[in-house]
């Protein structure tokens, strides 16, 4: 079992930047990948970005550009760098570990957090 921790989300006006975190209780980064997610209300839950365990990064098109994921190895936790930030991203963020094959989530996730952009 994996346990999921998230922080870092909150308001910002659009333009702005926010940076989510995620600490895992113990490492998948050698065997599987992890990514984020997002569910805005009354849309499904969407692929944002992910790391694959050989550090190889996808993202979607509508943040390519503006957001970033890395990972700490040391830590075990990863992030996520989002920058010029539109009302548009306005979503729960969930982290999620396991991830064998984009763009199928693995089978752990976070509680999720907040991010709001205003206008």
């Known amino acids: 079992q994996v346990q999921l921790v998230e922080s870092g989300g909150g308001l910002v006006q659009a333009g702005g930047s926010l940076r989510l975190s995620c600490a895992a209780s113990?490492?998948?980064?050698?065997?599987?990948?992890m990514g984020w997610y997002r569910q805005a209300p009354e849309k499904q839950r969407e692929l944002v970005a992910a790391?694959?365990?050989?550090?190889?990064?996808n993202y979607a098109d509508s943040v390519k550009g503006r957001f970033t994921i890395s990972r700490d190895n040391a830590k075990n936790t990863m992030y996520l760098q989002m920058n010029s930030l539109k009302p548009e991203d306005t979503a729960v963020y969930y982290c999620?570990?396991?991830?064998?094959?984009?763009?199928?989530?693995?089978?752990?996730w976070g509680q999720g957090t907040q991010v709001t952009v205003s206008s």
């Open positions: 999620n570990a396991g991830i064998f094959r984009l763009p199928d989530p693995g089978p752990y």
């Open positions: 790391i694959t365990k050989g550090a190889t990064t």
């Open positions: 113990r490492s998948l980064f050698s065997t599987y990948g």
